[in-house]
């Protein structure tokens, strides 16, 4: 075999080309590449990343193509889904000025380190969510192709949208691992996005998937267990 055909070939310059990216929203506009939060978060991102994309391409090479394809796409969603990256790449500098160029946040280490851990938490709940549902596709749409079914295992017994749930832990940990009150501050807008979005998917699904009226009926809570 050709070493330019090996399938983990595409997903590592994926990822480099990912990191070098963010690396160069965050140390740019921090004005230093002396910021350990900083790299802490790369590093948490590409790694959990990298994990998540070999464990699909060896366990559920159908999710992780579907993973990779906006066709079938709500109009709606699509308006979404195209506000948060924006969002999110707005909110990155904006952390990388507070924290590491003026220094306006302090935020204690140990709260660093709890953020620290509130993503690594959150790819684990990703990667119990993909082991659940092969269907966890990045758009809202019915696979009917693929026998789209309603999922209620797993960690969809706790909560709608696991998925969600996990990004909401990555919204809230990495301003703190980063060290920026001012980030922060944002996470509601964004956490208000994740709640539409969760409403309007469950209308959709709602409609159009066999038992998940029946789903949505035993369990409450969408995305974080005796909260919402």
């Not at 208000?192 to 066999?210: I, K, V, Y």
Request: charged share 15%; aromatic share 10%.
């Amino acid at each position: 075999m050709d070493p330019s055909d090996h399938p983990c070939r595409p997903n590592l310059l994926r990822a480099a080309g990912s990191f070098a990216g963010l690396a160069a929203l965050l140390f740019l506009a921090a004005g230093t590449v002396r910021w350990a939060g900083g790299w802490v978060f790369l590093l948490e991102i590409a790694i959990g990343g990298l994990l998540t994309e070999a464990w699909l391409a060896k366990h559920d090479p159908a999710l992780l193509a579907e993973r990779r394809t906006s066709r079938g796409q709500a109009g709606w969603d699509r308006v979404i889904t195209s506000m948060m990256p924006l969002l999110w790449l707005a909110w990155l500098p904006l952390m990388a000025l507070d924290a590491a160029r003026y220094q306006t946040s302090f935020v204690p280490g140990s709260v660093q380190c709890a953020g620290a851990l509130m993503i690594a938490a959150s790819f684990i709940i990703v990667y119990r969510t993909y082991r659940e549902n092969s269907y966890a596709a990045p758009v809202v749409k019915i696979q009917r192709e693929r026998g789209h079914a309603a999922v209620t295992t797993g960690p969809y017994a706790y909560v709608r949208h696991p998925i969600y749930a996990g990004g909401l832990l990555t919204y809230v940990g990495t301003p703190l691992l980063l060290g920026s009150w001012y980030g922060l501050a944002i996470v509601p807008v964004m956490a208000a996005l994740l709640g539409l979005r969760s409403m309007m998917e469950e209308r959709m699904l709602t409609a159009e998937l066999d038992g998940y009226a029946d789903y949505l009926a035993r369990v409450r809570y969408r995305l974080v267990p005796m909260v919402w």
